[in-house]
């Protein structure tokens, strides 16, 4: 049964035609190679010889004018090559945006970085330079040694031991090199991300004058890079070195073993001089490839994280369109742990809510209430059990066909860079009307108005000048537009003050009217107030669900049980 192909090695495969291109047209260049040292060879023997004029102006024409076809085929060559590059991105470019995204959202943030998008760019620049041309070149070799066998044995045997040495050379470059390249590459991937984290949480390190000790361990990071990267280029300039000054010992070499068979009369001076050409040309792929395998590491191990990346993290499959949700919930003994780990945060869950319910969520830190969240809303998936919206698996559901009926508002607050209008319309065509709505249910329109350009105001990343408070409201907005089905709020108001509780409470009471479907994960009872069901969640498992008042009676009683007996006066 064969192998099926990764999604790089279809695009590799797909591409073939070109690549079957570029090696015809190194033939017919490495062909073309030959001219000048058959040119001198005529020069040399005919008219040198002769003192034909003419002669010599025919052959120089016919020797410009093949140099020129070969140079018009060299760019030909690497033209092709640019478009193979071109479009390896275009049919690798969403796949990988889309699996670093898959990446990032199952590692919990952990693994978010666009190093897949580097890599990608890594690898489509090494094809288009001069360096993977030596690895076409490379095969004619045996070519030149044949003819330099036809110009006399000597010049052969010569050129065989010359590409031994060289290809000796080139085999012990991999050895002492390749290792230690790669786990410099890998240091200086985690030292990035080490940076990037830092420059995040710049506030944090400039209010607690952290930065000079988190400077120290990058530092500390960054001179293992480059002692590794040292050694690695140490050891590939002494070998490119030894390299370069062997070929240009052979080719002097072979030069005196031409100039002594002319003297024997065993060959004519023309290929003498033909000779050191055309084994400098035979052993120049070679030499070139000790020059750039640096670069040729570089490009294998971007080659193999792609591939490693494209491996594990699957493509989504295509599925059916579902009918717009309503926002019914049933979750059937559902356990969740966090990516990449085996121990499960929530388990065993079941519950199911109607349309139009608001249920609040509530319990102690740790209990897996944000977790449970992220089943609710198929953020994560399920170890066991299923987690249903209107009876489908939520993981069922076109992605792009459900995003706009779920609204979500995490408990840490991610704007994107943009307009307000932008962010709460969630990047796609904004409506208005629509915008304006949502930022009225959310009771943050007039702060939106009082703001420099009104929605048109453009935020950072961060949020910019905007306040906590401002933050999670215009995420409100954001999680309520289009009139969602089903919405989690995760801890809503964590940073509002009375103005922004008041502007929530009336936000709540607005969803309700609208029929969605809404879990509140809250540790303030202020909230409560607006919902019709309680769930408790202790260590993961539902400790009580139920009507609120009943379910809040229960924990009273609860309360009241365990608090130890007065003791007399």
């Known amino acids: 049964m064969e192998k099926k192909r990764t999604d790089l090695e279809a695009v590799l495969h797909a591409c073939r035609s070109?690549?079957?291109?570029?090696?015809?047209?190194?033939?017919?260049?490495?062909?073309?190679?030959?001219?000048?040292?058959?040119?001198?060879?005529?020069?040399?023997?005919?008219?040198?010889?002769?003192?034909?004029?003419?002669?010599?102006?025919?052959?120089?024409?016919?020797?410009?004018?093949?140099?020129?076809?070969?140079?018009?085929?060299?760019?030909?060559?690497s033209r092709i090559m640019v478009r193979v590059s071109t479009r390896m991105d275009t049919l690798l470019g969403s796949r990988l945006y889309d699996a670093s995204f898959k990446q990032a959202l199952y590692s919990g943030g952990m693994n978010a970085n666009a190093q897949p998008l580097s890599d990608l760019t890594g690898l489509r620049q090494f094809l288009t330079g001069n360096g993977l041309f030596a690895f076409f070149d490379a095969p004619w070799v045996p070519i030149y040694i044949a003819i330099m066998f036809m110009f006399h044995p000597w010049f052969g045997i010569m050129a065989i031991i010359s590409v031994i040495i060289l290809s000796t050379l080139a085999v012990i470059n991999e050895k002492v090199t390749s290792k230690m390249l790669a786990e410099a590459n890998k240091e200086n991937m985690a030292a990035n991300q080490f940076t990037n984290k830092n420059l995040r949480n710049a506030e944090v390190v400039e209010s607690m004058g952290m930065l000079s000790r988190i400077r120290d361990r990058w530092q500390e990071k960054n001179r293992k890079v480059l002692a590794m990267q040292g050694i690695a280029s140490d050891r590939a300039g002494i070998l490119t070195s030894i390299s370069k000054t062997t070929r240009l010992i052979v080719q002097s070499l072979v030069l005196g073993l031409g100039a002594y068979l002319a003297i024997q009369q065993e060959i004519s001076p023309g290929l003498m001089i033909a000779g050191s050409i055309l084994l400098g040309r035979a052993l120049?792929?070679?030499?070139?490839?000790?020059?750039?395998?640096?670069?040729?590491?570089s490009a294998r191990?971007?080659?193999?994280?792609?591939?490693?990346?494209?491996?594990?993290?699957?493509?989504?499959?295509?599925?059916?369109?579902?009918?717009?949700?309503?926002?019914?919930?049933?979750?059937?003994?559902?356990?969740?742990?966090?990516?990449?780990t085996k121990s499960p945060v929530v388990k065993g869950v079941s519950f199911k809510v109607e349309p139009g319910e608001m249920v609040?969520?509530?319990?102690?830190?740790?209990?897996?209430?944000?977790?449970?969240?992220?089943?609710?809303?198929?953020?994560?998936?399920?170890?066991?059990?299923?987690?249903?919206?209107?009876?489908?698996?939520?993981?069922?559901?076109?992605?792009?066909?459900?995003?706009?009926?779920?609204?979500?508002?995490?408990?840490?607050?991610?704007?994107?860079?943009?307009?307000?209008?932008?962010n709460i319309a969630r990047f796609g065509e904004v409506d208005s009307?629509?915008?304006?709505?949502?930022?009225?249910?959310?009771?943050?329109?007039?702060?939106?108005?009082?703001?420099?350009?009104?929605?048109?105001?453009?935020?950072?990343a961060t949020g910019g000048a905007l306040s906590g408070g401002q933050r999670q409201r215009i995420g409100l907005a954001r999680a309520i537009y289009g009139n969602p089905r089903l919405v989690v709020l995760d801890e809503p108001n964590s940073n509002l003050d009375d103005q922004g509780e008041a502007a929530l409470a009336i936000a709540l009471q607005n969803l309700k009217e609208t029929?969605?479907?809404?879990?509140?994960?809250?540790?303030?009872?202020?909230?409560?107030?607006?919902?019709?069901?309680?769930?408790?969640?202790?260590e993961g498992a539902l400790a009580m669900f139920g009507p609120r008042d009943q379910v809040l009676a229960e924990l009273n009683k609860a309360s009241r049980a365990a608090a130890p007996a007065a003791k007399p006066a």
């Open 284 to 297: 120049g792929p070679i030499d070139q490839m000790i020059g750039v395998w640096k670069q040729f590491v």
């Open 301 to 340: 191990s971007q080659y193999q994280r792609l591939n490693e990346m494209l491996t594990h993290v699957s493509e989504d499959p295509e599925r059916m369109s579902l009918p717009e949700p309503k926002g019914s919930l049933l979750a059937e003994n559902v356990m969740v742990a966090p990516p990449g």
């Open 360 to 422: 609040g969520v509530i319990g102690p830190s740790a209990a897996g209430k944000s977790t449970l969240a992220r089943a609710i809303l198929g953020i994560w998936p399920t170890m066991g059990g299923k987690m249903r919206l209107d009876g489908a698996d939520i993981f069922n559901w076109k992605r792009d066909e459900l995003g706009p009926h779920i609204g979500y508002l995490p408990q840490d607050i991610e704007l994107f860079e943009g307009t307000i209008s932008e």
């Open 18 to 77: 070109s690549f079957f291109s570029v090696g015809l047209f190194s033939m017919f260049i490495n062909l073309l190679m030959l001219v000048p040292a058959f040119y001198m060879l005529q020069v040399y023997d005919r008219v040198v010889t002769s003192g034909s004029v003419p002669t010599l102006v025919m052959l120089t024409l016919v020797m410009l004018l093949l140099m020129v076809t070969m140079g018009a085929l060299e760019w030909v060559r």
């Open 433 to 460: 009307q629509a915008v304006v709505k949502a930022a009225q249910m959310a009771g943050v329109h007039d702060m939106i108005l009082r703001l420099p350009e009104g929605y048109d105001t453009v935020i950072g």
């Open 515 to 538: 029929g969605a479907t809404v879990f509140i994960i809250t540790h303030r009872a202020s909230v409560l107030s607006q919902v019709q069901k309680l769930m408790v969640m202790r």
